[in-house]
């Protein structure tokens, strides 16, 4: 039995994409490799008057179609080889829904939830510092990703700022609002996947009342997708995060949960719930499962153990190929993650537009904004899909490579 990291999934999807849509070698091989990859020290002061340093990685992986985007995660468990999957994986999600910027992705190998906020503050700050020369509105625009939020987007904005000498809110993603943030931008994650899960239901004849919702992570993204499934009129049965899951068979109320989870820091022991293990919360008979934590979590240990009729994900690169092609014989339908999870990259698009006119959108104005482009390329997927009798995840990689191939073939290589 295979094991896969990120990296290597990540380029074993393209070696497939290239050999179904016929991709020239050279194009292929120029696309295996990042663009850029840096790697930094960060020292950074601590509160009791020691001083530690952490790695920060910032790899971009294309500029074919634009600027290069993607977020900045905090984990302890961040390396090189996630950080390029991952900005390779931006890329494909930027252009399946055909927007104009390329795939980059930083991480921080930290704690965050052992850090105060002058801690944070003062590495973000450092880490932003070391990543001066590389990002700018035109070049390559962060954004928010695990453990991270509008407050360090704001310590990156003003820290570039002030070594331009001017405001500069288009630098990053995901800011708060009184520095030029979007509307819709802490919920689009989640709409975005639930608008794909809607849509999927059409195709599947199923009706979101007769639905129950497994989700695996309740962070930004998991607790604003139960949110969504259960105003549409699913059940969401079971919820989990880093510590642990619950289980309700006659499903619980996700903002009470937020609340909970917001007060005691876990979703485990909320009221008139079971815990449950994060593995045993993946295997629930459900119509719908949602990861919306981290990487490489359905593989070939458990896929054949799956019972969901419908797999959307919110997380990124939580399915390894090998626990596809299972997913595929037991006829689960896998909404991938270039798609399901694009919402998020889709406003952050968006409020960078907004920034760099210095006019705003109303809130119903970015919600139909996205409707339309998660509807319109979940749409243009399922047609691939069934045209090319290949799965979901398959044909979104085909549109996705095929469009960033077109762009590098148009552009040539310099000089």
């Not at 960060?42 to 179609?65: C, L, N, W």
């Not at 004849?205 to 139960?226: E, L, R, T």
Request: charged share 20%; glycine share 8%; proline share 5%.
């Amino acid at each position: 039995m295979a094991e896969y990291n990120p990296r290597q999934a990540a380029l074993q999807q393209l070696s497939e994409t290239a050999e179904r849509i016929s991709l020239p070698p050279a194009i292929h091989e120029k696309l295996k490799h990042p663009k850029r990859i840096l790697t930094v020290s960060i020292p950074t002061a601590m509160d009791d008057g020691t001083e530690k340093v952490f790695t920060g990685y910032r790899v971009q992986h294309s500029m074919e179609r634009g600027p290069c985007k993607g977020g900045i995660r905090y984990h302890p468990d961040v390396t090189l080889d996630e950080v390029t999957a991952l900005a390779m994986w931006m890329t494909w999600k930027c252009a399946v829904v055909n927007i104009p910027f390329g795939g980059a992705k930083a991480g921080v190998i930290c704690n965050p939830k052992n850090m105060s906020q002058s801690e944070l503050e003062r590495m973000t700050r450092r880490f932003a510092s070391e990543l001066l020369p590389i990002i700018g509105p035109e070049m390559d625009i962060p954004a928010p990703d695990v453990y991270t939020n509008a407050q360090i987007m704001a310590w990156i904005m003003d820290t570039y700022s002030m070594n331009k000498g001017y405001v500069v809110p288009g630098v990053v993603t995901g800011k708060p609002l009184e520095l030029g943030g979007s509307l819709g931008r802490e919920t689009a994650t989640a709409r975005g996947c639930d608008f794909c899960i809607q849509e999927a239901l059409k195709v599947l004849n199923m009706k979101a009342q007769d639905v129950c919702v497994a989700i695996q992570g309740f962070g930004n993204a998991g607790s604003y997708c139960a949110m969504f499934a259960q105003q549409a009129g699913a059940k969401v049965m079971a919820v989990s995060d880093s510590q642990g899951g619950i289980y309700c068979e006659h499903g619980l109320n996700a903002a009470e949960l937020m609340r909970h989870k917001k007060e005691t820091g876990t979703v485990q022991g909320f009221e008139g719930c079971d815990d449950i293990t994060n593995e045993e919360l993946l295997e629930l008979e459900c119509e719908a499962l949602i990861p919306a934590a981290l990487e490489n979590v359905i593989t070939t240990e458990n896929a054949s153990r799956i019972k969901a009729r419908i797999v959307a994900e919110a997380a990124n690169g939580p399915t390894t190929p090998d626990a596809q092609r299972i997913l595929d014989e037991n006829n689960v339908f896998v909404i991938p993650d270039i798609l399901a999870n694009a919402g998020g990259v889709t406003v952050s698009y968006f409020e960078w537009v907004q920034s760099n006119q210095a006019r705003y959108w109303h809130a119903e104005d970015v919600d139909r904004r996205l409707r339309d482009i998660m509807v319109n390329s979940f749409q243009a997927v399922y047609k691939e899909s069934c045209d090319q009798k290949i799965n979901m995840r398959d044909a979104a990689f085909n549109i996705a490579v095929g469009r960033v191939a077109k762009a590098q073939a148009l552009r040539g290589i310099y000089p």
